[in-house]
């Protein structure tokens, strides 16, 4: 079993910045594969970001490539999502993820889910 706890959202105006958290607890966090993805009013939940194990490869929704930046701390069971020059349409509820393998491969669905944490991006 794995808790994921996220932390860090909150609202900011547009072209700001928030850097979002999520704690890690249970199974060895440094052997899964991590994620971020969002769920807007009225939408269905999508992928952010994932990181592999080591941190070395990472992917992107094409909306935030160059905006956002996922990174991990392996020692403080911790992934991270850098968000920068938020926009309106980055609001949403946004989720940790855990998967079941250390690689990320695209489409693959996580086993373990955060409670969601809100990102309000005001005009």
């Known amino acids: 079993q794995v808790q994921l706890v996220e932390s860090g959202g909150g609202l900011v105006q547009a072209g700001g910045s928030l850097r979002l958290s999520c704690a890690a607890s249970?199974?060895?966090?440094?052997?899964?594969?991590m994620g971020w993805f969002r769920q807007a009013p009225g939408k269905e939940r999508e992928f952010v970001a994932a990181i592999n194990w080591s941190g070395g490869r990472t992917y992107y929704l094409d909306s935030v490539k160059g905006r956002f930046t996922i990174s991990r701390d392996n020692a403080k069971n911790t992934v991270y999502l850098q968000m920068n020059s938020l926009k309106p349409e980055d609001t949403a509820v946004y989720y940790c993820?855990?998967?079941?393998?250390?690689?990320?491969?695209?489409?693959?669905?996580?086993?373990?889910w955060g409670q969601g944490t809100q990102v309000t991006v005001s005009s």
């Open positions: 993820a855990a998967y079941g393998s250390s690689w990320y491969v695209r489409g693959m669905e996580p086993n373990y």
């Open positions: 249970g199974r060895t966090f440094s052997n899964s594969a």
